[in-house]
Nanobody, 117 residues
């Protein structure tokens, strides 16, 4: 059974930074693409970023390119998302998921990021 557990969300001021983490189990993590998805209140889920096995290839949504960095530790089944220069529009629940593109399941339970002064 795929299990994904996110953490690291918090309340942060605009311009601030956070690092989100996701621990994965129940599948061979090192062999699959992993991605981050977010969902703002009242909005559809949005694909944020993805990383190939070993992190050799990464992709980002235009809305976060240059501010967010996805990375992974395949030895420990961990996925990360470094969020810098945060804006109010980055507020939402952030989820990790298997796969490269889109917003399909399975997701974890999510971690809340709130950007507000």
């Amino acid at each position: 059974e795929v299990q994904l557990v996110e953490s690291g969300g918090d309340l942060v001021q605009p311009g601030g930074s956070l690092r989100l983490s996701c621990v994965a189990s129940g599948f061979t993590f090192k062999l699959v693409f992993m991605r981050w998805i977010r969902q703002a209140p009242g909005k559809e889920p949005e694909w944020v970023a993805s990383a190939s096995p070993r992190g050799l290839s990464t992709d980002y949504a235009d809305s976060v390119k240059g501010r967010f960095t996805i990375s992974r530790d395949d030895a420990n089944n961990m996925l990360y998302l470094q969020l810098n220069s945060l804006k109010s529009e980055d507020t939402g629940m952030y989820y990790c998921a298997t796969g490269r593109w889109g917003v399909g399941p399975p997701w974890g339970q999510g971690t809340q990021v709130t950007v507000s002064s």
